[in-house]
């Protein structure tokens, strides 16, 4: 099972189909008239504009990452590798743009000269900050995939049905939310074990209760609408109601909320390999990064380029995020009309 | 009796448990509705009518609603005692409503093609082309070229046409009854006017029995077969439209009836209720 799913084919597979059903999600809100005003009001935000790009730029990148092709006898090669593929490893660090390696005893001429120099492995930065973008869209791709279902779904029934439900996952969201999150986080992944899909489960299960109380809150209020007594009064059934009349009504929330979320997950990322229970040691990711440039800012010369190259990568698309869900949260302000 | 009725209530009786103790919404009340027959329950805000309506396919939130003592016979058989799946079959299918906030009663998210569609997809599985049938009873409640609307999410439309669509909807399943809780309250006079003259033609049309809730006495005569004047959760006086408007016995149905304006008459202040004096009269 596991072998099938680590399969070059089906992980190609898996990056269409995730973006076929992006696609189809478009697709199918344009025939609303609210999301084709929310868009409207969104392409006029000149600054939510250019976020979203950079965002499908990143998007972009990380596909190219995870799609491959076969290069005979087995192998593979990432179509990543096809544009970068052809730069050489150095045998240890080097300056950006340097002609010779770091070291003073030894300075040996480069191979090629290096955008963004290259770190204690010889590894070129550059091409390790791209691969990385796959890292941190997969792990916030599989997070939300768990938390959003949760917590919507269990914002809906505790809006909706109110009284003893409502208290049960009050109760069960704010037992998870009094243990201290990177505790929990820590505790979880070092029983599951370390890896890119328990690290997800183990974000997935602690950020579902900021996006319950949103949407409990927001279906509290809508649950109170006479449209939802007009609903009842047709005979329309619970579960229907909640999913044709309600969800339709906070869905723009899920979108934010995932949106502004997403930055989260990549942040806290890079917090749980500081931490050393983050993405395994040998995968491309912008927390290792971070993770291993903090301890050379103490070398001399100071290596800073592996650092800060992370960080700028990783404030790029947390920015963006952030800026792509403000704009999206004013394209959706019903005061605006 | 040679018919039995279509609808009758028996002693019915709706308290709501709150923190500070028990409100007695509805004191044992009884009535009876006939197939086809225009009944109109008046009275202030609090009286307990909307209440009634609402009973009626049990849509009170239970909890904190407690339906104390009597019974409410649909076709004979006692809506309390029906379980949840029975009373969705109820709701819409015989019994429908329509609310007094059009504007928030349909849901902004769909057009109103849409939510008049879900209402003929969940009690007239049968219908094939469900277009037309809408267009057919947007047309019905008097909607200009039906087919050029269907696409319109409810805020497009005007008040008067929002209610317009609620009333096709509740009509497209076909109810043997209609409850129009104060259908014309959020509107204009001269909507208002509209509204009670669609309701005075489809009730004509479509032979239905027709549940009017209203606080205004003024526009109930010429639709209304038969009036009960709720206050306090009791019902205070209940007969023939005519003859109750013409010769009203409670003090508080004369006094309802002098709220009327009067167009003509001597400019002077508008009557107001005296609950002080209606009290002691009453009890």
């Known amino acids: 099972m596991s072998a099938l799913f680590t399969h070059w084919l089906t992980q190609n597979l898996l990056v269409l189909a995730g973006f076929a059903l992006i696609g189809w999600m478009l697709w199918s809100v344009s025939h609303h008239e609210r999301w084709r005003r929310a868009w409207l009001r969104f392409k006029s935000d000149r600054s939510g504009i250019i976020a979203l790009l950079v965002v499908c730029l990143y998007l972009l990148l990380g596909a190219l990452e995870v799609l491959r092709f076969p290069t005979g006898g087995g192998a593979t090669r990432t179509v990543l590798d096809l544009f970068v593929g052809h730069i050489p490893a150095e045998k240890s660090y080097s300056m950006p743009l340097a002609k010779t390696l770091l070291s003073e005893a030894n300075p040996d001429p480069l191979k090629a000269t290096h955008l963004l120099g290259t770190d204690a492995l010889g590894k070129d930065v550059f091409v390790e900050v791209l691969k990385a973008c796959k890292t941190a869209l997969i792990l916030g791709g599989l997070t939300a995939a768990i938390y959003i279902p949760l917590g919507t779904l269990f914002g809906l029934l505790a809006g909706y049905f109110r009284r003893r439900t409502d208290d049960l996952i009050q109760y069960l969201y704010t037992t998870l939310a009094s243990i201290p999150t990177i505790l929990l986080l820590v505790s979880i992944i070092l029983v599951l074990g370390k890896g890119l899909g328990t690290m997800s489960f183990a974000l997935g299960l602690t950020a579902w209760v900021g996006l319950c109380r949103l949407i409990r809150g927001e279906t509290l209020r809508q649950s109170e609408r006479p449209y939802v007594t007009a609903a009842r009064a047709l005979g329309q059934s619970h579960w229907k109601i909640i999913t044709q009349h309600l969800l339709p009504n906070v869905m723009h929330l899920v979108v934010i909320n995932f949106v502004l979320g997403f930055s989260g997950i990549v942040l806290m990322e890079s917090v749980l390999s500081y931490l050393g229970v983050g993405t395994p040691v040998g995968t491309a990711s912008w927390g290792n990064m971070i993770d291993s440039g903090r301890s050379e800012l103490s070398r001399d010369p100071m290596v800073w380029w592996n650092l800060v190259s992370a960080t700028v990568a990783l404030f790029g698309l947390v920015l963006s995020l952030n800026l792509v869900g403000d704009s999206l949260r004013r394209a959706f302000d019903p005061k605006r009309g | 009796m040679a018919d039995s009725p279509l609808l009758e209530i028996r002693d019915l009786a709706i308290h709501f448990a709150t923190e500070t103790g028990t409100v007695e919404a509805v004191k044992g009340i009884s009535f009876s509705l006939q197939k086809g027959e225009t009944l109109a329950i008046v009275g202030e805000s609090g009286s307990g009518k909307s209440v009634t309506g609402l009973a009626l396919t049990r849509l009170l939130p239970e909890p904190p609603t407690i339906y104390k003592s009597g019974q409410i016979l649909l076709d004979g058989q006692d809506v309390l005692k029906k379980s949840p799946r029975e009373l969705r079959t109820i709701r ?18 769909f057009t109103i093609r849409n939510q008049i569609a879900e209402a003929i997809r969940l009690h007239r599985p049968e219908v094939r082309d469900i277009d037309a049938e809408v267009i057919k009873y947007l047309d019905l409640v ?11 999410y409810p805020h497009q439309l005007s008040g008067g046409m929002q209610q317009r669509v609620m009333i096709a909807m509740a009509l497209s399943c076909q109810p043997e009854l209609l409850v129009a809780d104060e259908p014309t309250t959020a509107l204009d006079v001269t909507i208002q006017a509209q509204i009670m003259d669609q309701l005075r033609d489809l009730k004509k049309q479509v032979n239905m029995a027709i549940i009017l809730i209203t606080h205004n006495f003024g526009i109930i005569s010429g639709i209304a077969d038969r009036v009960a004047v709720m206050f306090r959760g009791k019902i205070v006086e209940y007969g023939e439209t005519r003859a109750v ?14 709220c009327i304006p009067q167009p003509g008459q001597k400019r002077e202040r508008l009557t107001t209720i005296d609950h002080a004096a209606l009290e002691a009269a009453t009890t």
Do not use: C, M, W
Not at chain 2, 96 to 102: G, H, L, V
Not at chain 2, 142 to 152: E, N, Q, T, Y
């Open chain 2, 92 to 109: 819409g299918n015989k019994i429908a409503y329509i609310f007094q906030e059009p504007s928030t009663s349909l849901n902004p998210v």
């Open chain 2, 142 to 152: 008097g909607i200009v070229d039906p087919a050029k609307r269907l696409h319109d």
């Open chain 2, 245 to 258: 408007l013409a010769n009203p016995q409670h003090p508080y149905t004369k006094a309802l009836i002098q």
